[in-house]
């Protein structure tokens, strides 16, 4: 069966035909060196290892072919046809860091704006640094609250960069953290990827990215814009969080 990359995050607002599949492509853990890492913090680095260059190509042509030929792809219909595959940046090992999360006492309250303009309940677990581009970078780490109660330990990270709106998608893009240990985690900006709403079908509503979450640096790696799509509805920003500043 075809399988589908599944964005975190990304609501249908209309169902897709019954017992059709959505599945999330695994993030494979294994070799490499790791190229870049956080400020210290107290406590042991993860017992994980990044992708390589040739394992990130593999994933990149499976999530492909994926989109060109699953049912549930978010590539609309009359595009699959005539779909040779996304665009990424190449492979960046400098774009690799291990990143220690510090987690507020308390989750914050937050509220999250979709792609369609809508209000999605999350938290702020807490936040992560590293450094890159001559500066200190930090970005917040999120749970989206309308999911059912067992997805509430996933972390959601959405970031925007100096890319953002000319070369990746104007909402933003998604990355996943690969855990470690005691909250140590391998951040890889290689494995960026866009939401399903990046693509033009209008079944999707996706988070958008944060304010608080705009990198000034830019991160050229991973996905890039799709350029049959068009850009998201609208660029709202979040609405005041409801439980004070970080």
Same mark, same amino acid.
């Given at each position: 069966?075809?399988?589908?990359?599944?964005?975190?995050?990304?609501?249908?607002?209309?169902?897709?035909?019954?017992?059709?599949?959505?599945?999330?492509?695994?993030?494979?853990?294994?070799?490499?060196?790791?190229?870049?890492?956080?400020?210290?913090?107290?406590?042991?680095?993860?017992?994980?290892?990044?992708?390589?260059?040739?394992?990130?190509?593999?994933?990149?042509?499976?999530?492909?072919?994926?989109?060109?030929?699953?049912?549930?792809?978010?590539?609309?219909?009359?595009?699959?046809?005539?779909?040779?595959?996304?665009?990424?940046?190449?492979?960046?090992?400098?774009?690799?860091?291990?990143?220690?999360?510090?987690?507020?006492?308390?989750?914050?309250?937050?509220?999250?704006?979709?792609?369609?303009?809508?209000?999605?309940?999350?938290?702020?677990?807490?936040?992560?640094?590293?450094?890159?581009?001559?500066?200190?970078?930090?970005?917040?780490?999120?749970?989206?609250?309308? =999911?059912?109660?067992?997805?509430? $330990?996933?972390?959601? /990270?959405? #970031?925007?960069? *100096?890319?953002?709106?000319?070369?990746? %998608? +104007?909402?933003?893009?998604?990355?996943? =953290?690969?855990?470690?240990?005691? $909250?140590?985690?391998? /951040?890889? #900006?290689?494995? *960026?990827?866009?939401?399903?709403?990046? %693509? +033009?079908?209008?079944?999707?509503?996706?988070?958008?990215?944060?304010?608080?979450?705009?990198?000034?640096?830019?991160?050229?790696?991973?996905?890039?814009?799709?350029?049959?799509?068009?850009?998201?509805?609208?660029?709202?920003?979040?609405?005041?969080?409801?439980?004070?500043?970080?």
């Amino acid at each position: 069966m075809p399988r589908i990359v599944v964005c975190h995050g990304c609501r249908l607002v209309a169902p897709l035909v019954p017992g059709q599949a959505v599945w999330a492509l695994l993030l494979l853990v294994v070799a490499a060196a790791a190229c870049g890492r956080a400020a210290e913090t107290p406590g042991p680095a993860p017992a994980l290892s990044f992708l390589d260059r040739d394992q990130i190509e593999t994933q990149r042509t499976r999530k492909d072919e994926d989109y060109r030929l699953s049912e549930d792809s978010p590539i609309p219909p009359e595009q699959r046809e005539s779909f040779t595959g996304l665009e990424y940046y190449d492979f960046d090992p400098e774009l690799r860091f291990i990143v220690h999360l510090e987690r507020y006492d308390e989750p914050k309250p937050f509220t999250i704006i979709s792609t369609q303009g809508k209000e999605r309940p999350a938290v702020k677990l807490g936040y992560l640094s590293f450094s890159y581009g001559g500066q200190d970078n930090r970005l917040e780490v999120y749970s989206l609250r309308d =999911l059912s109660a067992e997805h509430w $330990d996933a972390l959601f /990270l959405p #970031f925007k960069d *100096a890319t953002t709106g000319s070369e990746t %998608y +104007g909402a933003g893009r998604y990355v996943e =953290l690969a855990k470690g240990v005691d $909250d140590w985690y391998l /951040l890889d #900006f290689n494995t *960026a990827y866009n939401p399903l709403c990046a %693509y +033009g079908r209008t079944v999707y509503r996706c988070p958008s990215t944060p304010a608080e979450n705009r990198l000034k640096v830019a991160i050229r790696a991973g996905e890039r814009g799709f350029s049959h799509a068009a850009e998201p509805r609208s660029e709202v920003e979040p609405a005041p969080e409801a439980g004070g500043q970080s």
